[in-house]
């Protein structure tokens, strides 16, 4: 399992695991301690010291992919993206077609007639030459810990391979939400920074991938949601398909979630 790969690899920053059912699909692990979500005194400065060891794991883990991959992580890396966004826009359900909160028709076409530049996008990316990665998409206060003075990331169900800086996506904007920052903030702009370092690599390529990334995330919770059928959709997870699709259209900076 990958918690347990994870652990073995990095028994600094992930949980411990203590023991593992994997007919059940259970798993015992270790306390891993307070969530930084409600220690007193825990800021965006703690994320300066958590997002450069998470980048450290995902730089370690880049060469395992295979193995990733013989685990059953999910495979989103770029090659396929553009081609799954354009499958997305033909699901008039998905998309929430007209709806509130959903999709409008025009911006459905406006999407597909930006696809040439979404390919554009990828190409860029992937030829920063970035090595794809495990990816927690899912990295927010609530799911890193702190225990005997280290930090532990916690809950990696929604990891997939895809390019490593698609994380910024979710962390930068759920960041920017709970400290009431403006996107592009100063502030946002050091922690991305700082997720960086160990990489060595420039702000605009992070940047280019913040937008890819708000279509990733669309397209993770369009999976989710296939996993179900209609009539057992939470709303507002059925909204976050769209939700991402826009953010996209509407191209704002780093930390831009409305």
């Known amino acids: 399992m990958l918690t347990a790969l994870l652990a073995e690899s990095f028994p600094d920053r992930v949980t411990d695991v203590v023991d593992i059912d994997a007919g059940r699909g259970w798993m015992l692990m270790r306390d891993a301690g307070i969530r930084m979500r409600e220690l007193e005194g825990a800021g965006l400065a703690e994320w300066g010291a958590v997002l450069p060891l998470y980048a450290e794991i995902q730089i370690g883990m880049a060469p395992r992919i295979a193995e990733l991959l013989e685990l059953g992580v999910s495979d989103q890396r770029l090659a396929g993206l553009a081609d799954e966004v354009e499958a997305l826009l033909d699901d008039d359900g998905a998309l ?50 702190v225990r005997d003075g280290r930090h532990v990331i916690a809950d990696w169900g929604d990891s997939c391979i895809s390019h490593p ?72 997870d059925a909204e976050s398909v769209p939700y991402g699709l826009r953010l996209f259209l509407e191209a704002g900076p780093i930390g831009a979630w409305e």
């Open 96 to 145: 929430l077609l007209d709806e509130p909160e959903g999709l409008t028709s025009e911006q459905r076409e406006d999407l597909r007639a930006r696809m040439p530049e979404l390919r554009g996008l990828v190409a860029q990316l992937q030829a920063a030459g970035i090595p794809e990665t495990i990816q927690h998409d899912d990295l927010h206060d609530g799911q890193v810990f």
């Open 165 to 236: 800086f698609h994380t910024l996506t979710v962390t930068l904007r759920a960041l920017a939400w709970r400290h009431g920052l403006e996107p592009g903030a100063e502030a946002l702009s050091r922690l991305r920074d700082a997720y960086l370092e160990p990489y060595g690599t420039p702000a605009p390529v992070a940047d280019l991938a913040y937008r890819t990334g708000t279509l990733a995330r669309a397209l993770a919770w369009h999976r989710h949601m296939q996993t179900r059928e209609p009539e057992h959709w939470e709303r507002d």
